[in-house]
């Protein structure tokens, strides 16, 4: 709560300058001090966002679901049950699609979606993707509901750290809640799915917050709300909305994700074989993996990739990412380091496999 205040009083200093000016004007011209301003925007967001935001409950058996729960009541769940997040995406003519994390609705037969109003809706599966821990689910619209408009939809592309966002969902089962927070940092990498990028804020996230939006200072969704780290305080972490959005258009469309393929088993370099192989950056590959493309175009165990179109490799993270934001038949050109040589290779991706990037 002190960061909090600290932080709008901050605000207040920075805007005083500009309060000053506005108060040797007539009254006719006079303006809300900045302070009340950026209260306001803050509360219009809210106001705004809330229809557009739901509370998930799911249910790994089969028996009908109790209708509701009480806000905050613990015994409300069994091991059978859970909670989480999630908001309106998309809609046509005869769905509404929300937009949610895999793991709050992997392995549930039962799925039950609450709307602001009270409104409860059965939820279809429509996709899950595991690798980014990404899900879609579609309900069937009807006259309930059918004033649900979808979350307009930002990008992360000029997204800075310090850059206010507020997140929004349902911890805890108490329903609506939001916090106000900062970006934190950008690119992270925690280690829990297989392609991340996350955005860290230290908004607060909670548990039952997971697959809701994280909205910027315009309203629009900049990130979906996915992790924290419990032994830490002002630690979230949510899917950046360019990367989600990608994944979710293909889950409605297709009910997957079709991803790149190369057909390489990698590793990071590590300090002995830096200095053994005499490079510094890219991948040790460690298996190529048969009838591939990399077979197919001669890449060997002990190859080290350098570059996917003139991008350089960091490490194998780096790797998995930019091929996943590929799709299958794309024509790719790598750099290859093999025995003090290096040699250029253009290979046409696959569609990934269980196995292998």
Not at 4 to 11: A, F, I, N, Y
Not at 20 to 32: A, Y
Not at 175 to 195: E, K, V, W
Request: net charge positive.
């Amino acid at each position: 709560m002190k960061r909090k205040t600290v932080l709008l009083l901050s605000l207040l200093l920075v805007f005083s300058c500009d309060w000053n000016k506005e108060e040797k004007k007539t009254k006719v011209e006079e303006k809300k001090p900045p302070i009340v301003e950026i209260q306001e925007r803050l509360s219009s967001i809210v106001e705004k966002a809330t229809p557009g935001i739901v509370t998930i409950f799911t249910y790994s058996s089969k028996e009908e679901p109790p209708v509701a729960f009480n806000a905050g009541d613990e015994e409300a769940f069994s091991e059978n049950e859970s909670l989480g997040s999630g908001f309106v995406y998309k809609e046509d003519n005869d769905f509404m699609y929300i937009l949610t994390n895999g793991h709050v609705i992997e392995k549930s037969e039962n799925i039950v979606v609450k709307f602001y109003n009270g409104v409860e809706e059965k939820g279809k599966i429509a996709g899950i993707d595991q690798k980014s821990d990404l899900a879609v689910l579609k309900i069937k619209k009807d006259e309930k509901i059918s004033h649900i408009k979808p979350l307009p939809l930002g990008s992360t592309e000029n997204l800075k750290v310090g850059y206010f966002v507020i997140a929004g969902g349902s911890p805890y089962n108490l329903g609506h809640t939001f916090t106000f927070g900062i970006i934190s940092a950008l690119h992270r990498n925690l280690g829990i799915s297989t392609y991340e990028n996350y955005i860290q804020t230290d908004a607060a996230i909670n548990p039952g917050d997971s697959g809701g939006p994280l909205l910027d200072i315009n309203g629009r969704v900049v990130g979906v709300n996915t992790a924290i780290i419990q032994s830490g305080q002002g630690l979230g972490f949510a899917i950046p909305i360019d990367e989600a959005k990608s994944v979710a258009d293909e889950l409605i469309k297709y009910g997957k994700v079709k991803r790149g393929w190369l057909g390489v088993i990698v590793q990071d370099l590590t300090p002995k074989l830096k200095k053994k192989l005499n490079v510094k950056i890219g991948v040790y590959i460690v298996k190529v993996l048969k009838n591939s493309p990399a077979y197919k175009i001669g890449l060997k165990k002990g190859d080290v990739i350098l570059s996917v179109n003139g991008k350089q490799i960091k490490n194998s993270q780096d790797i998995k990412y930019m091929l996943a934001k590929r799709k299958p038949d794309t024509e790719i050109v790598i750099k290859i380091y093999r025995k003090g040589k290096i040699f250029e290779k253009k290979a046409v991706l696959g569609e990934m496999l269980d196995k292998g990037i």
